[in-house]
């Protein structure tokens, strides 16, 4: 119910609340305007809401989150299909032109249940992740040693639990993008398949997050310096009655630049982390799976095969 704030100039009822509908039936009772209500005023002071209003909001919140991930696990499942149908072909000169065309429509025919399952399990987590969030700003009142240990540990329990969900998640995906199984079995699949071969999980994931971050740093300094020459005025700019544009304080335009190619230059570089992680599942199967004999040759590239010292026999 809204409440209304009736202002007087004449101070008749000065600062008194009431209904809408009391208001109305005073300033407009039998078709009559009462005098007194050319002189006043109506403004909304407050809404008194339920607990339904609270979870909507939360029913809201959880909807953004799965909404969110399950856009990421669509992304991830059609970039893996696409990469897994290069890998798996062959002569790699023999790949389908419209891969990433059959990529797309495969997934959205035959996955969706996949992804939406997936996204809903990481979905679940980051809603319990933010309600601790919301619970801690609750209890700051009842602020002590023991609160803010069992909080800090609810933390950083469910932070570790949503990473290990993502990392499921993507090679989950990769391996139904693969063989076409349901989340389940895709996901265990992956998880052996990656436990029998730790060493070189560990050993290409810090290399690859290494380089990665390079990247990124690299990238986006080189944009900031460069924002910095022409807000400075070192490269020259000229404005529509050629004078030389220069920024008295560029440092604010240069944070914003730095920060927006960052997170630009993520995005980019998500979709070679998703082939990174593809090409690398696909190749542990690959090794599994063949010996590079006439009857089970290697499907990894040449170039592959000559860094890693393999090679497939002729018939």
Not at 24 to 35: E, L, M, R, T
Not at 138 to 156: G, P, R
Not at 290 to 311: C, H, T, V, W
Request: glycine fraction near 6%; proline fraction near 1%.
């Amino acid at each position: 119910m809204y409440f209304i704030k009736v202002l007087l100039l004449q101070g008749i009822i000065d600062n008194t609340t009431c209904t809408v509908e009391e208001f109305n039936k005073f300033c407009h009772q039998a078709g009559d305007v009462n005098s007194h209500c050319y002189t006043a005023g109506c403004a909304i002071r407050s809404l008194n809401s339920t607990n339904l209003v609270l979870y909507l909001q939360m029913f809201n919140l959880f909807g953004f989150f799965w909404g969110v991930w399950f856009v990421t696990g669509l992304a991830q499942m059609i970039l893996a299909g696409t990469f897994a149908t290069w890998y798996w072909t062959f002569h790699k000169r023999n790949v389908p032109f419209f891969t990433l065309s059959r990529a797309i429509f495969r997934t959205l025919w035959y996955h969706m249940g996949t992804v939406a399952f997936g996204s809903l399990i990481i979905a679940i987590c980051s809603f319990i992740r933010a309600m601790i969030e919301y619970a801690e700003k609750k209890v700051k009142k009842f602020d002590n040693a023991i609160t803010k240990a069992i909080i800090c540990c609810c933390k950083c329990f469910f932070w570790c639990l949503e990473k290990f969900l993502c990392f499921i998640n993507r090679n989950a995906y990769i391996m139904c993008a693969i063989h076409g199984q349901n989340f389940c079995t895709s996901a265990k699949d992956a998880f052996q398949l990656l436990m029998r071969n730790v060493i070189r999980v560990i050993f290409v994931d810090k290399v690859t997050d290494f380089l990665f971050f390079l990247g990124k740093v690299l990238v986006t300094a080189v944009l900031v310096v460069m924002s910095y020459h022409v807000f400075t005025g070192q490269v020259r700019l000229l404005d529509d009655s050629g004078r030389d544009v220069v920024l008295v304080y560029p440092w604010l335009p240069m944070a914003i630049v730095g920060l927006m190619t960052y997170i630009i230059v993520s995005i980019f570089f998500s979709v070679y982390s998703v082939a990174v992680d593809t090409l690398f599942l696909c190749f542990l199967e690959d090794c599994e799976r063949n010996d590079g004999s006439a009857e089970r040759p290697y499907f990894m590239s040449k170039q592959l095969m000559k860094i890693l010292g393999k090679k497939n026999k002729r018939v």
